[in-house]
Nanobody, 118 residues
Framework: QVELVESGGGLVQAGESVRLSCAVS????????LAWFRQAPGKDREFVGH????????FYPDSVKGRFTIFGDRAKSRLYLQMDSLKPEDTAVYYC???????????WGQGTQVTVSS
């Protein structure tokens, strides 16, 4: 059974940092690509970044590059999203996702809300 559970969201002020966590329960964990997405009210879901778990390679879109960092803890089976220098436009529900290949995610968490006040 696959399960992804996010935590760590909340209300922060612009310029502050937040670390989101995703507890990952997947068989053959190392074969997966793990990603973070976000969705703001009234907007489409947006890709925030991914990590190829087996090699630790990451990729970020320009909108978050240099401010967001994805990393994992294999021993704890956890995925993290470190978000620094937060902006009000980063306000969204953040989701972690898993799939067998980049761009194709079959499993999703329930999401955690991050609100950045100006």
């Amino acid at each position: 059974q696959v399960e992804l559970v996010e935590s760590g969201g909340g209300l922060v002020q612009a310029g502050e940092s937040v670390r989101l966590s995703c507890a990952v329960s997947i068989r053959a964990f190392n074969s997966y690509v793990l990603a973070w997405f976000r969705q703001a009210p009234g907007k489409d879901r947006e890709f925030v970044g991914h990590i190829i778990w087996s090699v630790g390679q990451t990729f970020y879109p320009d909108s978050v590059k240099g401010r967001f960092t994805i990393f994992g803890d294999r021993a704890k089976s956890r995925l993290y999203l470190q978000m620094d220098s937060l902006k009000p436009e980063d306000t969204a529900v953040y989701y972690c996702a898993a799939g067998n290949m980049i761009g194709s995610y079959d499993f999703w968490g329930q999401g955690t809300q991050v609100t950045v006040s100006s």
